[in-house]
T-cell receptor, first 111, second 114 residues
Framework: ELKVEQNPLFLSMQEGKNYTIYCNYS?????LYWYRQDPGKSLESLFVLLSNGAVKQEGRLMASLDTKARLSTLHITAAVHDLSATYFCAVLRAGSYQLTFGKGTKLSVIP | KAGVTQTPRYLIKTRGQQVTLSCSPISGHRSVSWYQQTPGQGLQFLFEYFSETQRNKGNFPGRFSGRQFSNSRSEMNVSTLELGDSALYLC?????????????FGPGTRLLVL
């Protein structure tokens, strides 16, 4: 059974600081996704990482994938309040079209 | 391009009733997936359809069923509702011509079972 673990689950950080969210998964996969969810809203796609060593950046967010370590990271640079949200990683199980999600990291950026 | 739409947005039902939720994917997308989101269990996969065929099913009881129509629109049905079925039900669509394409989520249907 594929398991996806995110840590931390809660993150409170000051504006301007850097931090990293970690996503570990338990079985082989080379398809990893990051989503953002604002309170009461749906999921917004941030990144799709398709191969080992993939790195993608959008604004203050950068995501990377290490398929050998079964680890993805979402790095936040110089956080701003607008980044406050819950961030989910999700893994596509090998041979299937089913996304398995982590429990999410609730990020609060404090002025 | 219009996004994924889901109807209704909110529903209140009582135990034992049944409910049907609808999802219209982004134009041209042929894959539709359904997920249940609850505070306790998080996001859990229900099922995925492509060209009217169910390709994957999650670990949910048979009370949860779905179907996809020839225009790619999808419906899910929950029969004999239980209190624990209260959740946000999210539909996602993807062109999914290959496995790596993004799934785009709709706004969700919030179901409350009393």
């Amino acid at each position: 059974e594929l398991k996806v673990e995110q840590n931390p689950l809660f993150l409170s950080m000051q504006e301007g600081k850097n931090y990293t969210i970690y996503c570990n998964y338990s079985t082989t996969s080379d398809r990893l996704y990051w989503y953002r969810q604002d309170p009461g809203k749906s999921l917004e796609s941030l990144f799709v990482l398709l191969s080992n060593g993939a790195v993608k950046q959008e604004g203050r967010l950068m995501a990377s994938l290490d398929t050998k370590a079964r680890l993805s990271t979402l790095h936040i640079t110089a956080a701003v309040h607008d980044l406050s949200a819950t961030y989910f990683c999700a893994v596509l199980r090998a041979g299937s079209y089913q996304l398995t999600f982590g429990k999410g990291t609730k990020l609060s950026v404090i002025p | 391009k219009a996004g994924v739409t889901q109807t209704p947005r909110y529903l209140i039902k009582t135990r034992g009733q049944q409910v049907t939720l609808s999802c219209s994917p982004i134009s041209g997308h042929r894959s539709v997936s359904w997920y249940q989101q609850t505070p306790g269990q998080g996001l859990q996969f229900l099922f995925e359809y492509f060209s009217e065929t169910q390709r994957n099913k999650g670990n949910f009881p048979g009370r949860f069923s779905g179907r996809q129509f020839s225009n790619s629109r999808s419906e899910m049905n929950v029969s004999t509702l239980e209190l624990g079925d209260s959740a946000l039900y999210l539909c996602a669509s993807s062109p999914l011509t290959s496995r790596g394409e993004t799934q785009y989520f709709g706004p969700g249907t919030r179901l409350l079972v009393l």
